[in-house]
């Protein structure tokens, strides 16, 4: 899960971006917790607790552990995933991330270069004949 602490290496724009992904990345577990009818805020928070927990020890640290914690909807608790035998392919995952983000981007791009200039077209001059 991504941090929402700031990152010294990146500009105010990007941090402003990174900030924003993350809370986009975060619909994910508060959707599928609200749809099994769980607590999500209540969830989420403490998934966010355990990820950033786990981000902020050094290598080696007991606590790193806490970055594969998941959310356990059947009981509505945060539990180790590999320990309850959930692994999930990484690989597919990133490629989902990817696709999505260069999808957005094609169509922000598109939005900024379609832009219809001012006067080209009133109604004035539609001519409509039936």
Known sequence: MISW???P???SREQLAIAEFASALLVIPKTLAVNAAKDATDLVAKLRSYHNAAQN???GDPKKVLLRYG???LK???RDNVTAGVL???ISKVRSLKSAFEAAVSLLRIDDAIQVAPGILSLERVDVRY
């Open 88 to 90: 999930e392919p990484t």
């Open 9 to 11: 290496s990146q500009g």
């Open 5 to 7: 602490f700031p990152y």
């Open 71 to 73: 959310l356990d909807l």
């Open 76 to 78: 509505g608790d945060v």
């Open 57 to 59: 020890v050094p290598a």
